[in-house]
């Protein structure tokens, strides 16, 4: 494996975050641990990207970024913080997702988002092929669950949806694939972090 990519061996079960984590806060935390948990993961990436392309303003400086995500988690062995778009080059997440298929043969990814993001799923670059590539697991976000349930991309791909109840087998088989689950949900957001000005604060002029 290349140097400064995570490790994983074949058959792990690796669910992919992927975000601007412009901070990291309890909010990723929390769908973190219950995606762990719900879809029954070996392990978490938080791939924090350089920036969103669906974001008119940049992020703050990638090493701060990663510096506030890894201490939000504690020390939690089953969560890796990575700058693996970085390193790859990549911009979009299926050019992503694509490269990591190929780097880690016999791996069994999954894309984790939060509701919020699904109903914006189809503005995404390339979009069915994510769908198409790995299973994808959906986490309620306040005030998103019904739009969410309602988003273009769910509707498209109705028939590849699991229950709930069935969760855990999200990477028993392969994709397209996908289910929604209810969690414990935070409001905390990382916009309204920032809007009170102290995230900011610390970044290099």
């Not at 997440?93 to 791996?107: E, H, K, N, S, W």
């Amino acid at each position: 494996m290349r140097q400064g990519f995570p490790y994983a061996r074949a058959a792990q079960r690796i669910g992919l975050l992927g975000g601007s984590f412009d901070p990291a806060h309890e909010g990723h935390v929390l769908i973190t641990r219950e995606a762990l948990r719900r879809f029954n993961l070996d392990r978490v990436w938080w791939i924090v990207s350089p920036g969103n392309p669906l974001k008119a303003h940049g992020p703050a400086p990638l090493d701060q970024r990663i510096a506030s995500a890894r201490a939000s988690l504690g020390g939690d062995p089953r969560v890796v913080v990575t700058d693996l778009e970085a390193r790859l080059g990549t911009r979009y997440t299926a050019d992503t997702i694509t490269r990591l298929r190929a780097l880690y043969p016999g791996v069994d990814f999954a894309w984790l988002m939060g509701a919020d993001n699904l109903v914006q799923f189809d503005r995404w670059d390339h979009w069915r092929t994510i769908v198409e590539s790995v299973p994808v697991g959906v986490l309620a976000r306040p005030g998103w669950r019904m739009p969410g349930r309602w988003a273009r991309a769910a509707r498209i791909y109705a028939g590849a949806e699991l229950p709930a109840v069935a969760s855990q087998r999200l990477l028993d088989g392969p994709a397209p694939r996908w289910c929604f689950v209810n969690i414990p949900m935070s409001s905390l957001s990382s916009t309204e972090i920032r809007e009170k000005g102290d995230w900011r604060a610390s970044t290099p002029v």
